[in-house]
């Protein structure tokens, strides 16, 4: 019988396309024979198919004692291929793996090299704790083995056993640290010996701070561009600990980066500079300055080359860690950082788009925003078909270059023109758009009417979130991307311009009512009225109602949003702001009450009433409340009305007082301005309440009630169709300009320089804005008006012949005007005001947040500012790592000393040396004070016969005089001076003493003043 060979599987495979399936399954039952012979040959070629077929996902563990059979065979091919065998179906739990110990252990103490390799480069994929300890004593004596090769293979073996039996680094790290200071070792050797030691670093850096003379001579001399990135990383961990080593480090790693063609040691240099803290910890602040403008000049270039992502991606990661303390210097890079913003590649836009917030100021923010709004305004959502789209599952087939797949892929990527950007990404845009304008308290924003304008754009821009994803959300407890509404955030920015810029107060409000206003018209906007950001401009409209432009129209548009089917949020506040607006528009006690009034106002309350009685029953409380209140106070108003006589020829009659006064008195009061985040975290809590405690003990019993209530719509009757029906419109109505349905698409901006407003505002918004700067230019007499009709070569003075003259231009009919120059303008009169071009820029004050005047804790912490790139630092999770080991337990293992050491050695040591310090000290003072008693006793035993003088570099203290052997002794006191008493038993003469008053008191002067005063010295 002729058995097939791997090829001749590999070879089959190709020659039944479309019948894999059934192949494979005939070729496991041939290998299932065949395993299970006694021919060696056979089975090792079995085995070799298995292997093969286990890539494509098909299980041999059933064949794990043939395996071992395998590895047990005296061939090497053979044992090579059980080898093999062992490393694809071995597992932790794998049965067999007892029965292979002996086996590992025979084939580590083998002479030959081949045979001793297969064992070590196998052990890291199948090691235990209890195969480690078994096989730990035969292969350390492999480091001192004569070849380089089983050298390095123990080497990183031994590093995996460390992962799994921490006990392994104990009798293995004397041995790898004595590899690594021999300088006569291989390079490969030494390599994996700084491979190990980098993996171990970062777990416990102090136990490696004495390495770092070896380590620094390595990082020089050496020429190996792996190892050298490795041992940058490493000393990135290490200069935290010893500081002293950012200067040692500065000129190895300056040259490398001038001079290494590696684009991947040179990103390693540069961030080996960063995360090692050398950019600030430089004490010369030159050579700081000279490093990172080196490191971003490099940075530069690597995002300038041309068709490597990659090489863009880890340069913005850079740029955005150097942009935390060099922000100047990245900011001079602008135009190739913002070149990444209109990316393929939707990381490398993230990434550029993080690093644009921590770069811009108040001289770029216009056109930073003017590129990423152009950016959203020419992108497209994605489609339902492209939502659900599905990429076919991968089928085990051996030809992978089939030209249909490339001709699918070019198809589907060339569907559509205009740039999909995912909702997502477009949030985040949005988000930072938003960050930069505001941040800083405003600070970097120079044109508020341009602010509010960019805000107007945004939320038609802003993407739909999913109805179907909002409801899902609490279910899953996860926040998907498409049902963050993020117009929201966008009217809550709107509204704080309103409340903390009260010079542009006005325009916020009318922005907020254009906003209600066309969404109420516009049949073809995707805002409802459960949109955020609907909640925010209702608000705006009611708390400053007598700004808005038309009030009668954002009336009827809040209560076309205000019926039972909008969101409990949102009608809150649509019932808040109806009273507020009703009362501008009725409660004008200036105007006559004419019949035509009363009957206005009737009409317009009756409106009102007619949309909250409806309310008055909705489940949520909230609503329910204010509903009733305003619903009744309006019925009392609609009766006043009612009762109030109007006007007439003979007599004058005034509104109802509860329409003039009482409704707007209600809502006029005390300014509400922007609160500080943390100031509700300092008022105190009221002694005596109990927020748990129920307001009615029946409240579950109603709620219920109320849940299992149907409330189903009223009927629509006359009234209804005709105040809140909207009569279908004649036609298509748009905002998009009929020409650019055309199929003319508009000429794409190459640079973020260049473009005006109109490239990323909408027609509506660049027609306002023109006309009001036409407007606050139209007395300036060195501004040229725009005309409709107006060609690239025409002049004004050319309009003004053409349109007075005619196509024919008679030179005679040319006005001439007469100067005379001898009048001259009165001294009285002042000078005509010369007008300049450009818009006037008004003082803008920006209120600052309110906080309690006793409060100290309650400034916010800006931790989603432009200046915290990295966000809140994440806390590591713990898990497996790539290698699929819980290595968590390696960083409390310490090199030396005890297994008892904790993970705080370093600190301890610390401690203990400041202990020891101390304890020396203490000492010393002891020791001084027991030296001072013993010399104050030797000066009390010395009077008897010897004179105890003290030396002293300024004798101008108390003389003694010695007549006739006697020795006299003057003892004065601190503060007063007084002549010594001495004992005359034995004197002959006078003796005179002269005390001298000490200009400056001794520090040792102290032992003379112990004495006491008593003591008169007599000779022997």
Request: hydrophobic residues 40%.
């Amino acid at each position: 019988m002729f058995e097939k060979s791997l090829y001749d599987l590999i070879r089959g495979l190709r020659n039944h396309k479309g019948n894999e399936k059934e192949y494979i399954q005939n070729s496991l039952k041939e290998c299932r024979a065949e395993i299970r012979g006694q021919d060696m040959d056979l089975k090792a070629t079995a085995l070799l198919k298995l292997v093969y077929l286990e890539m494509f996902g098909h299980d041999m563990s059933w064949a794990s004692f043939h395996v071992l059979e395998v590895m047990s065979s005296a061939k090497y091919l053979q044992k090579r291929v059980g080898y093999l065998g062992a490393v694809q179906s071995f597992r932790q739990d794998t049965e067999v793996l007892m029965l292979a110990t002996n086996l590992l252990k025979k084939d580590l103490t083998s002479t030959s090299i081949t045979t001793m390799s297969l064992p070590i480069i196998t052990l890291p994929h199948v090691i235990t704790p209890s195969l480690a300890l078994s096989v730990l004593s035969d292969l350390l004596p492999r480091l001192t083995h004569s070849s380089p090769a089983i050298r390095k293979k123990t080497i990183v073996t031994l590093y995996r056993l460390a992962l799994v039996y921490p006990e392994t680094l104990r009798p293995a790290w004397p041995k790898i640290k004595e590899r690594l200071m021999d300088e006569g070792e291989d390079p490969s050797v030494t390599a994996a010996i700084v491979n190990v030691v980098c993996e171990l670093g970062w777990r416990r850096p102090q136990d490696f701070l004495p390495l770092a003379p070896r380590l620094f001579e390595l990082l020089v001399d050496s020429g190996n561009n792996w190892m050298a990135i490795k041992l940058i990383k490493l000393f990135a961990t290490l200069t935290p600990l010893e500081p002293r080593l950012v200067r040692k480090l500065l000129p190895p790693l300056t040259n490398i980066i001038k001079t290494t063609p590696a684009m991947s040691l040179l990103y390693e240099c540069i961030n080996g500079i960063i995360q090692g803290g050398i950019l600030d910890g430089t004490d010369d602040s030159v050579g700081g300055e000279e490093i990172a403008t080196l490191c971003v000049s490099k940075l530069r270039g690597m995002i300038m080359v041309e068709g490597d992502a990659n090489l863009k991606y880890v340069a913005l990661l850079a740029f955005n860690k150097i942009v935390l303390t060099h922000a100047y210097l990245v900011a001079q890079q602008e135009d190739v950082i913002m070149e990444c913003i209109d990316s393929p590649d939707i990381s490398i836009r993230l990434r550029a788009l993080d690093l644009v917030v921590g770069m811009v100021n108040s001289d770029n923010l216009m056109s930073i925003v003017g590129r990423l709004m152009r950016q959203l305004k020419n992108s497209r959502s994605a489609t339902a078909e492209e939502l659900n789209h599905r990429p076919a599952p991968i089928e085990p087939a051996a030809d992978s270059d089939d030209e249909s797949l490339e001709v699918a892929i070019k198809t589907f990527n060339e569907a559509s023109e205009a740039p999909l950007l995912p909702d997502d990404y477009k949030i985040d845009v949005i988000n930072k758009i938003l960050d930069m304008c505001s941040s800083n308290n405003y600070g970097n924003l120079v044109d508020f009417d341009w602010y509010i304008d960019i805000l107007i754009q945004l939320v038609r821009s802003a993407p739909i979130p999913n109805s179907s994803s909002l409801s899902d959300e609490p279910s899953t407890g996860r926040k998907d991307p498409s049902s963050i509404d993020v117009s929201e955030r966008i009217g809550d920015e709107l509204r704080l311009v309103a409340v903390k810029v009260k010079a542009l107060r006005s325009q916020a409000t009318r922005a907020a009512e254009s906003i209600l206003i066309s969404t109420y018209n516009d049949t073809s906007s995707q805002l409802t009225s459960g949109s955020g950001v609907l909640r925010a401009v209702a608000w705006m409209v009611g708390e400053y109602a007598s700004c808005l432009a038309s009030p009668d129209g954002t009336l009827t548009a809040l209560l076309q949003f205000t019926k039972a089917t909008t969101s409990a949020e949102g009608l809150i506040i649509y019932l808040q702001a109806l009273p507020k607006i009703l009362a501008l528009i009725v409660g004008d006690d200036q105007m006559a009450w004419t019949p035509e009034r009363k009957t206005m106002t009737s009409l317009l309350m009756a409106r009102i009433i007619h949309a909250l009685e409806p309310l008055a029953v909705h489940p949520d409380l909230e609503v329910q409340e204010r509903a009733v209140e305003f619903s009744e106070l309006l019925k009392l108003a609609a009766e006043a009305v009612k009762g109030q006589e109007t006007s007439t020829d003979g007599t004058q009659q005034d509104a109802p007082l509860l329409l003039t006064q009482a409704i707007p008195l209600l809502f006029a009061g005390q300014e509400l301005n922007s609160v500080a985040v943390g100031a509700q975290k300092n008022v105190p809590i009221p002694q005596g309440l109990d927020l748990d405690q129920p307001i009615n003990a029946n409240l579950n019993n109603l709620l219920r009630a109320v849940e299992s209530a149907s409330f189903d719509e009223p009927e629509q009757d006359e009234f209804e169709v005709y105040y809140h029906q909207q009569q279908p419109p004649i036609a298509i109505s748009s905002n998009e300009p009929a020409v650019n349905r055309l199929g003319v698409r508009e000429e794409q901006v190459h640079s973020y320089q260049q473009g005006s407003e109109e490239s990323y505002l909408d027609p509506d918004i660049v027609a306002r804005r023109r006309a009001e700067r036409i407007e606050r230019n139209k007395d300036d007499p060195f501004y040229i008006a725009p005309t409709e009709d107006r060609s690239g070569r025409s002049t004004p003075l050319h309009n003004i012949l053409q349109s007075n003259n005619g196509p024919d231009l008679d030179i005679d009919s040319i006005p001439i005007m007469q100067l005379d120059l001898g009048k001259t303008i009165p001294s009285g009169q002042p000078s005509p005001k010369r007008f300049s071009g450009q818009k006037s820029l008004q003082r803008i004050q920006v209120a600052a947040d309110e906080t309690l005047a006793t409060s100290g804790t309650s400034t916010p912490r800006h931790d989603d500012s432009e200046n915290s790139l990295d966000g809140p630092q994440r806390p590591k999770v713990k898990g497996k790592s790539l290698l699929q080991v819980d290595s968590s337990h390696i960083g409390a293992f310490s090199l030396e000393g005890d297994s008892s050491s904790g993970p705080l050695d370093y600190e301890r040591q610390e401690r203990e040396e400041a202990e020891m310090k101390k304890a020396m000290q203490e000492v010393e003072r002891l020791r001084l004070e027991m030296q001072r008693a013993n010399e104050r006793i030797q000066a009390a035993q010395g009077v008897e016969g010897t004179v105890v003088r003290k030396k002293k570099k300024k004798p101008r203290t108390a003389e003694a005089e010695i007549e006739g052997g006697e020795a006299v002794t003057v003892v004065k006191k601190k503060k007063k001076a007084k002549p010594a008493v001495m004992d005359d038993g034995s004197a002959e003469g006078p003796t005179t003493t002269e005390v001298v008053k000490p200009k400056k008191k001794k520090k040792k002067s102290k032992i003379d003043e112990d004495v006491p005063q008593d003591i008169v010295a007599s000779g022997a």
